[in-house]
């Protein structure tokens, strides 16, 4: 589906923070969330934690636009927002349904298809309420899971590919995402230790957004090097070094007054090529340069009405039954009620 791609060139891949933050979201930073638009019209969306949705809508995109969503693990702070992007998704009047893609777990309970179906189940309420006014060809996602041990392409359409890694949190089930399109590329880490399955496969890659956690000294633990759940500011220094990537980006820490520096000049320890500590709404526009930009946004925002192509022209299921004890009830009657 055609976008609304914030003056993106046909050629150019633009990348933008909707999320920077940790479990403990703020007004400034939301749970962990990242945009990707392509010059081709294919927007993608990397992990929806809590609080992405409403920094979507206020870069004025369509809600329709998504052409699938990726996320790296089912911590709440990387999912919380499922139902957002579903539901408005479909208000907005999708003829399709969302494209939803996800790892599998240790156990079928464990993966992401367990989760997506019981994210339906409980707003079933939501889901037949809407029926009667929305198309009906958006009222489902589609749920592709995929096996976390992969290492290989879990997406390929309109010169896109999408391969996944396995990542070193806590528990098997999370993974890592590079991106690749029309000689641009992206790795998005999720959340994850240090490990080799990433390094390979961003090395010399156009941009890496790569987590980390918060540096001594700055209110929040610090993993160490045996850490099986983040990477250090230090250690991603290191990561960096490694890979090379055009621009690194660390996000995923606190990031403000007090924290800032100790994560920059923990980084700087170990790595001395272009980087950026994203902070929410920064945009990262990837052509023959590299350019960074904040992006301005009004707090009344809200997604446009245009490129809502055909909305409406789908045909729509019945509408649920009202009980005559509410209708009775009402003050006002119109022509809706026939």
């Known amino acids: 589906m055609q976008n609304q791609n914030l003056g993106i060139a046909p050629d150019e891949m633009r990348v933008t923070a909707l999320g920077t933050g940790r479990p403990y979201s703020s007004l400034a930073q939301a749970n962990s969330s990242w945009l ?26 369509h809600p329709g636009a998504l052409t699938a969503t990726f996320a790296s693990h089912l911590h709440t702070d990387h999912v919380g927002d499922f139902a957002q992007f579903w539901v408005t998704s479909r208000i907005a009047g999708r003829l399709q349904p969302l494209e939803v893609y996800g790892p599998s777990g240790s156990s079928p309970e464990l993966g992401f298809a367990h989760f997506a179906a019981h994210q339906l189940e409980s707003y079933a309420w939501d889901t037949v309420s809407r029926r009667g006014s ?29 391969r996944a890694v396995p990542a070193v949190h806590v528990h098997d089930g999370a993974v890592s995402y590079r991106l690749d399109w029309n000689g641009h590329s992206l790795v998005y880490s999720g959340d994850t230790a240090p490990n080799r399955f990433l390094t390979d496969i961003a090395a010399g890659v156009d941009v890496l957004v790569h987590e980390t956690a918060n540096a001594r000294g700055a209110n929040a633990p610090v993993p160490g090097p045996e ?6 500011p230090w250690e991603l220094g290191s990561v960096f070094a ?15 007054a007090r924290t800032r520096q100790l994560v920059s000049d923990a980084i ?12 929410d709404l920064i945009s990262v526009r990837v052509g023959s340069d590299i350019s960074i930009e904040v992006i301005p946004v009004s707090p009344f925002s809200r997604p446009p009405a245009s490129g809502r192509g055909g ?22 009657t119109g022509e809706s009620d026939a």
Do not use: C
């Not at 010059?39 to 809508?57: H, I, K, P, Q, V």
């Open 311 to 332: 909305y409406g022209a789908g045909s729509a299921a019945a509408r649920p039954h009202l009980s005559s004890k509410l209708r009775e009830a009402r003050l006002f």
């Open 36 to 61: 990707v638009q392509l010059g081709n019209g294919d927007s993608f969306l990397f992990d929806y934690g809590y609080g992405s949705f409403t920094r979507f809508a206020a870069l004025e995109v």
């Open 242 to 256: 490694l890979t090379r990537p055009r621009l690194a980006v660390a996000f995923h820490f606190m990031n403000d």
């Open 134 to 162: 929305l198309p009906e060809a958006g009222e489902t996602p589609t749920v592709h899971e995929f096996d976390w041990e992969t290492t290989g392409i879990i997406y390929e359409q309109r010169g896109v590919v999408i």
């Open 268 to 279: 700087r320890s170990s790595y001395d090529g272009p980087l950026l500590l994203a902070e």
């Open 227 to 232: 850490s099986i759940v983040h990477t250090n």
